[in-house]
């Protein structure tokens, strides 16, 4: 179900942004969808890292078919149990970390609801493994927050340099003024910057992206 804030959002980028204006309508029927369980989106993100979506995806159905994925159940699991899943040393270190911030009520979702984005990053990048661009898709597609910008998204930077800086590489725009520059025309996609973000990803590739 897509969040109640799509349509206005649709509609506000539209009439403020041409280029968002065509790939908006380029693509009707779809919108952001919820993953769901916190603790499993964030684990899941963890296994994912650094390898392919098809590799990762073989990981997490060996790692589901071994444990029931949950705090107090990846908490006590042994280490070896999960290297068995294909997990690295370190990804098993990040997940046990992660269980056990989450089982010991160091991080409640329940909380999330009355914090700002800003305070779920701080929050959540305490965790080992999980990055500031790691909470900002969660923020996206967990919390359904509407205006996060990932400026180290490289998918969004391709995007933006096709579409609005003459084919600019991303690697030019993740620095310096080239940073500056998309955090400039981003601000015209306030308050629903993650909306915009959704549908450049989109532009790129019409099957929408899941974290």
Not at 162 to 177: N, V, W
Request: hydrophobic share 45%; aromatic share 10%; glycine share 8%.
């Amino acid at each position: 179900m897509k969040p109640d804030f799509w349509d206005k959002a649709r509609r506000t980028l539209v009439r403020r942004d041409p280029v968002l204006a065509g790939i908006i309508r380029a693509h009707p029927g779809v919108a952001l969808a919820s993953r769901g369980d916190p603790f499993a989106t964030l684990a899941r993100s963890i296994v994912g890292q650094q390898i392919s979506v098809k590799a990762a995806d073989a990981v997490w159905g060996r790692l589901a078919g071994t444990c029931t994925i949950a705090p107090a159940t990846l908490a006590r699991t042994r280490p070896a149990t999960l290297r068995r899943c294909g997990l690295s040393a370190r990804k098993v270190e990040y997940l046990k970390d992660l269980a056990t911030h989450f089982a010991s009520g160091r991080i409640d979702p329940a909380r999330f609801a009355t914090m700002d984005d800003e305070a779920v990053i701080a929050e959540l990048t305490e965790v080992r493994g999980i990055g500031r661009w790691t909470v900002e898709m969660f923020l996206i597609f967990n919390l359904l927050r509407p205006d996060v910008l990932p400026l180290d998204d490289i998918g969004l930077l391709r995007a933006i340099g096709l579409y609005y800086f003459d084919g600019a590489e991303a690697a030019q725009l993740l620095r310096g003024e080239g940073r500056r520059k998309v955090v400039a025309l981003a601000g015209a996609w306030a308050p629903w910057r993650s909306v915009a973000t959704w549908y450049l990803w989109r532009s790129l590739d019409p099957v929408p992206v899941e974290y």
